[in-house]
Each structure stands twice: as structure tokens, then as C-alpha cells.
């Protein structure tokens, strides 16, 4: 089984990155990925990475395709794969309105918009874009893209090398995974194709602290209208529900929810919630670190790795 890892999605200290990483190539993890929650940049926090591991593969999870020009996505990208001499993973995302709309980008049709970029990163990297040429001799990179429904699931399949969706139930998970297998069926790569899945972690042998923690800490993303879409989509209507009337998520999200979406409680248990991920299809599940309770980055992390090995 291989498994990844994010670095924590709103972003910790250079020192604690680089610790990360160090931890991550002397643990059976199989990849490292950087969140990109402004202003944490997940490709330079994937360069860190990269120069504080040997065989630890590293990637973006997620880049958002709206903040970079194709051309910089691949040549940044190239420069990573050639310092690691082929270790990257390039995930890349729409983000989400709220967030797009802040900073003023129109996202247009997110399926579309993804599609062209995947294509044209691609293309600058492999050689075969008509625009530019970027004349350097890389290994190529492996493009996963973020989804959480069908349409994208398929569009994955099609264009991409991964999936990456998150808060996904395994139910959902096998529903994407038949999208992908139809995406694939029409496809020109010839590539493997990994399928992810992401899993927030509260570990801590006090459940209900951990309980507590996972459902503070996900309120945040039942906000966003993607997500709500997925948790409709993995059984979870009622608590959108609740939500679109007017209840806070963190009294909406139940412990029911939390412990079916993500790693949470003792060692033992989230062990069992990985491997029912790994049977629903995950090849690679990426676990998202998060604190129960005051532990500290580099102290979550070491906890993901004893659920690791």
C-alpha cells in the first residue's frame, strides 16, 4: 500500500517543512504533498521538500490553476522533477468560487478550464506545444487533478495521469473510480493511472477530543459549496441540509460523519478506517495532518506514521 502525506493545509514554518520532509524519508510514507493555501505556495514548498529528500516522492496538493500561467506551472515543475530526478506529483485544482472570486478570477467553466491547462502543461513539458518551446529534457510529470464528482472523475480519466478528491465516503470513492475507468476507455495516455483519495487525521488515543477536533476542524470546509456537493454525494444530505438553513457546521457535522470520512481516534482504529479506503480503491490515500489537543506539526506527523507503518 502506498500512502502520501500533506504538509498542514494552512501552512506552518519553513523549519517545520523541512522537518516534515525529513520525517517523511525515514517513514514507509510514499509521497510528501504541499497544500496551496495563499500565501503558501505548494510547488516551492514542493522544491523544499525535494532538496530534504532522496527517494520520498513530492507533489502539490492542490495548485490552483488560476494563480499560475501554464508556461511557469511547467517550467516550475520541470525544475522539480530535474532536481528530484523524477520524484514529482503535480495535483492540480479550481480551488473554489469563494475563494477565486476574492481575488477577483472569473473561474469560467471549471471542467473546461482544467482541461486546457492540463493539456497545455503538458505540452510545454513533453515538447509538443506550437507556442513556445521551453528546451530542457525532463522525465515527465505525473498530472493528477482534484475532483469530487462524476463529470470530473471522467475528465481525470481522460487527461490525467491521478484523481484527487477529499472528504469522499469509500461509496463515493468506488462511484468515482468507474468515472475515471469510463475517462480512461476514450483516453490517448497510455500511462498508470493512481487514484487518491484524501483523509484528514485527528489522531489521539482520547476519542472524543479527537471526535471534537474533526468535526471544529472540518466546519470550515462544509462551507464551501464543492464540498457540501461531495458530502451530499456521500450520503450526507441531511447535514448540507441543516447547514443551507442557517445551522453552524460545527453543531451540523455529527460524529458519525467525522468517523466515516476521516482518520480519527486511537492508532488502532484509524488503521482500520485506512485499509477501508485501500479496499474501496484508494491506491494512494493522502493523509492530511491535524492536531488534537495541542500537539504540534512535527508531533501529528509522527503520529500518521505509526497509522503508516
Not at 495563499?38 to 532538496?51: G, T
Request: glycine share 8%.
Amino acid at each position: 500500500m502506498k500512502v502520501g502525506v500533506t504538509t498542514p493545509v494552512w501552512g506552518c514554518s519553513i523549519e517545520n517543512l523541512i522537518g516534515i520532509a525529513k520525517l517523511a524519508e525515514d517513514s514507509p510514507v510514499d509521497a510528501l504533498f504541499s497544500p496551496e493555501v495563499p500565501p503558501y505556495s505548494a510547488l516551492s514548498n514542493a522544491q523544499i521538500f525535494a532538496e530534504y529528500t532522496k527517494e520520498t516522492k513530492v507533489g502539490t496538493w492542490i495548485a490552483n490553476i488560476y494563480l499560475r500561467h501554464p508556461v511557469m506551472c511547467a517550467a516550475e515543475s520541470m525544475n522539480i522533477q530535474e532536481l528530484t530526478s523524477g520524484r514529482l506529483i503535480l495535483g492540480l485544482g479550481v480551488s473554489h468560487k469563494p475563494v477565486n472570486a476574492r481575488l477577483g478570477i472569473d473561474m469560467g467553466d471549471p471542467i473546461e478550464s482544467m482541461r486546457n491547462y492540463v493539456n497545455s502543461v503538458r505540452s510545454y513539458i513533453d515538447g509538443s506545444s506550437d507556442q513556445i518551446s521551453l528546451k530542457r529534457k525532463v522525465e515527465p510529470v505525473p498530472i493528477f487533478i482534484a475532483g469530487l464528482t462524476e463529470k470530473t472523475a471522467e475528465l481525470a480519466g481522460e487527461v490525467a495521469d491521478g484523481l484527487m478528491p477529499y472528504l469522499a465516503s469509500a461509496d463515493h470513492l468506488k462511484v468515482l473510480k468507474s468515472s475515471v475507468d469510463k475517462g480512461r476507455s476514450s483516453s490517448s495516455l497510455s500511462s498508470d493511472f493512481t487514484m487518491t483519495t484524501g483523509l484528514p487525521s485527528f489522531i489521539s488515543d482520547d476519542i472524543e477530543l479527537a471526535t471534537q477536533s474533526a468535526i471544529k476542524g472540518l466546519s470550515g470546509y462544509a462551507r464551501l459549496p464543492f464540498y457540501q456537493r461531495v458530502l451530499k454525494l456521500s450520503g450526507y444530505e441531511e447535514v448540507v441540509k441543516n447547514i443551507e438553513d442557517g445551522m453552524n457546521p460545527a453543531e451540523a457535522l455529527t460524529p458519525e460523519l467525522v468517523g466515516d470520512l476521516a482518520l480519527v481516534g486511537p492508532v488502532s482504529k484509524c488503521k482500520e478506517t485506512l485499509a477501508k479506503f485501500v479496499s474501496a480503491g484508494a491506491d494512494m490515500p493522502i493523509i492530511t495532518p491535524n492536531p488534537v489537543g495541542k500537539q504540534s506539526p512535527l508531533e501529528v506527523m509522527e503520529k500518521i506514521i505509526e497509522v503508516v507503518k
